[in-house]
C-alpha cells in the first residue's frame, strides 16, 4: 500500500450542506479548499435525504419567538448564546444563501409568497421546502456552486482516518512540549489507489454527519457512523451531549437497510397518528397531540404498539388537502410497497434519526483543538440541548458552516501563518500497521450487527442503568478486539468504517451511563 502527501489551506471533511457551506465560504474568500466525500459523487450522505424543510420566518414570526420554541423542544438544556445566535443569523443566511445566491427552488403559495408550513415544536408557520424533497434541492444548488468554484478541489471516495496533531503525528521532540496542541489536517484512505493519504492543512473541519448507522433502525445514509466523533476522541478533542439520539417518530415501516422517513410535515399539514384499532392517541400523551416534540411523540408510539401489540402505528393523512402533490416523493415510496397516501394509512415506527451531541464547538464552530473546526450534525453547538426542533438541521447546517468558514479566511487574512515547513515535515506518511491479510467480511458483518443490536436494545428510546451496563461492557470488549485486530490487518474502507463505527458507540453508551437524569431523549426508566 502506497502513501501520497499533498497540502492545502483548509481541508473539509463532508459533503453535506454543512461542509459545503464552509467550503464556499472560504473559497469566495480566495483559500485553496480541499473537500472530501466517501461516495463517487458529491451529493451523499443525510443533508439530501432531509424532507420537512427548512426554518426561515413568517407571519406573526420573530427572533424572541424561535428562541423560545427551540428551547423549550431542548427541554432547557440548550446552550442559549447558541440558540439566540442561529435565530439571530438563520433566516438572514436563509435568504442571502439559499435563496438569492443559490436559487434553491422553494414551494410557494398562489399569491407569490414561499408556502410555509409547520412542525413539531413551532408555534408558527415559519418553514420553507421544497415539495418533501427539500435537502435534494438544497444540495442540488449548492453542489452546482461547489463545481463552479475554481478554489475547491473535490476528492471523491476518500474516508478520513484519524487526525494529525502536533502532539501526536510530529516527530520533533519541540512541538511535544509545546502545551498548544495544533490539528495539521488528516490520514484519509484513498478508495481508487487502496492507499493512505496524508493530506496536511493549515486549518481542519470536520463535516462527518452523524450516527445513525450505529443502530439497527435507522434513517440516516450509511456514511453515518459517528467517524467525527472518533476521530476527535482520539485527537483528545472534547465532545458533549453524546447521550441525547434523537428518533424520529415516523420512518416507513418496511424491510430495508435505511427505514425511508415520512415527514413531520404531514402531521403539520393535519395527518394523525393512529393505532391499529384506528383511535387518535396522542391526546393521551401530550396536549400539543401529533405536534409534540419528537421524543414524546416516538414514546408514545413504542407504548401504543406494547399495548395493541402490533409491529407499528399508523400515519393517517387521507384527510391532507391534496397530499399526493405535497408529499410526492412519500406518496411514490409508499406506493412501492402498495400504500395510496390519499386512501390509506402509512404504517410506521421510530428510527434514529439525529444526533443532537458531538464535538464541542463554538459560535465560530472552533473545537478545543487549535485549528480544527466541526459543523452540522458532527458538532455540538449546544441549539438542540436535549431534543432537537424539527427544520433546525438543515438550518444549522448552513449557519455554522458559513460562520466557521468566514473565522478561517478571517484567521487567514488577518496574517495567521501557515503551520511552519518544520511541523509539516516534521509528521510521517501512514505506516502500515500489519500486513496479516486477515480481512473477513462475514466477521465485520457480525461485528456491526452485534454494534447495531446493542445500541438499538440497550441504548435506545427506553435505557435503564441495567441495559446501559450491559451495552458498556459488551462494547468495551469489543473495542478491545478491534484495537488489536486494527494493529494487525491492512486498511480498508470496511476496516476504518467498524472501527470508528465501534468507538462511537462506545462513546455514546459512556455518556448515557453517566447521566443518570431523564431528560429529552436520553430518557432513563430508572
Not at 464552509?22 to 473559497?27: D, I, N, P, S
Not at 415544536?121 to 449548492?142: E, K, P, Y
Amino acid at each position: 500500500m502506497t502513501s501520497e502527501r499533498m497540502h492545502t489551506q483548509a481541508l473539509v471533511i463532508g459533503s453535506g450542506l454543512a461542509g459545503c457551506a464552509a467550503a464556499l465560504a472560504m473559497a469566495e474568500k480566495g483559500l485553496a479548499v480541499t473537500l472530501l466525500t466517501s461516495g463517487e459523487e458529491l451529493i451523499g450522505g443525510n443533508s439530501p435525504l432531509a424532507q420537512g424543510g427548512i426554518i426561515y420566518t413568517g407571519p406573526g414570526d420573530s427572533p424572541q419567538l424561535l428562541e423560545k420554541d427551540i428551547l423549550a423542544c431542548g427541554a432547557g438544556h440548550n446552550y442559549l448564546k447558541a440558540v439566540r445566535f442561529i435565530a439571530q443569523n438563520g433566516p438572514k443566511d436563509v435568504r442571502e444563501l439559499l435563496i438569492e445566491k443559490a436559487g434553491v427552488p422553494f414551494d410557494t403559495a398562489p399569491g407569490g409568497d414561499f408556502h410555509l408550513t409547520k412542525e413539531g415544536g413551532h408555534s408558527v408557520s415559519r418553514i420553507v421546502h421544497a415539495a418533501d424533497q427539500t435537502g435534494a434541492a438544497i444540495m442540488n444548488a449548492m453542489a452546482g456552486l461547489v463545481r463552479a468554484n475554481p478554489n475547491i478541489t473535490v476528492l471523491t471516495r476518500r474516508t478520513a482516518v484519524d487526525l494529525l496533531t502536533s502532539h501526536h503525528q510530529a516527530k520533533l521532540l519541540e512541538f511535544k512540549y509545546q502545551l498548544a496542541n495544533q490539528c495539521a489536517g488528516a490520514y484519509v484512505f484513498n478508495e481508487h489507489a487502496r492507499a493512505v493519504e496524508t493530506i496536511l492543512a493549515d486549518f481542519t473541519v470536520l463535516a462527518t454527519g452523524g450516527v445513525g448507522q450505529i443502530f439497527l433502525h435507522t434513517t440516516n445514509s450509511r456514511p453515518s457512523i459517528g467517524s467525527a466523533l472518533a476521530m476527535a476522541y482520539r485527537a483528545g478533542v472534547k465532545s458533549l451531549n453524546e447521550e441525547f439520539i434523537q428518533f424520529h417518530p415516523t420512518a416507513l415501516f418496511h424491510r430495508a437497510e435505511r427505514r425511508f422517513l415520512i415527514s413531520e410535515a404531514m402531521r403539520g399539514e393535519g395527518g394523525r397518528l393512529v393505532n391499529s384499532r384506528g383511535e387518535a392517541f396522542m391526546a393521551r400523551y401530550d396536549p400539543r397531540r401529533d405536534l409534540a416534540p419528537r421524543d414524546i411523540v416516538a414514546r408514545a408510539i413504542l407504548e401504543e404498539m406494547l399495548q395493541t401489540g402490533e409491529d407499528s402505528v399508523y400515519l393517517d393523512a387521507t384527510g391532507v388537502p391534496n397530499v399526493r402533490e405535497r408529499f410526492p416523493a412519500i406518496a411514490a415510496k409508499c406506493l412501492e410497497i402498495g400504500v395510496d397516501i390519499g386512501v390509506k394509512p402509512i404504517p410506521v415506527v421510530p428510527a434514529a434519526h439525529y444526533f443532537c451531541g458531538g464535538v464541542l464547538v463554538d459560535e465560530r464552530g472552533r473545537t478545543t483543538l487549535e485549528r480544527l473546526y466541526a459543523v452540522g450534525e458532527c458538532s455540538c453547538t449546544g441549539l438542540h440541548g436535549a431534543n432537537r426542533m424539527a427544520s433546525t438541521s438543515l438550518l444549522e447546517c448552513l449557519v455554522w458552516g458559513q460562520s466557521a468558514g468566514e473565522d478561517i479566511a478571517r484567521c487567514v487574512s488577518g496574517g495567521r501563518a501557515a503551520h511552519s515547513r518544520k511541523l509539516k515535515d516534521s509528521i510521517p506518511d501512514w505506516v502500515a500497521p500489519g500486513f496479516d491479510n486477515n480481512e473477513d467480511q462475514a466477521l465485520i458483518a457480525q461485528d456491526w450487527a452485534t454494534i447495531k443490536n446493542t445500541m438499538w436494545n440497550y441504548v435506545g428510546i427506553h435505557r435503564t442503568g441495567s441495559r446501559l451496563k450491559r451495552a458498556f461492557e459488551d462494547l468495551r470488549d469489543q473495542n478491545r478486539h478491534l484495537h488489536d485486530f486494527y494493529r494487525e490487518t491492512p486498511l480498508s474502507k470496511p476496516i476504518v468504517d467498524l472501527f470508528h463505527g465501534c468507538q462511537a458507540a462506545y462513546l455514546i453508551t459512556l455518556a448515557a451511563m453517566r447521566n443518570k437524569q431523564s431528560i429529552g431523549c436520553h430518557y432513563r426508566i430508572n
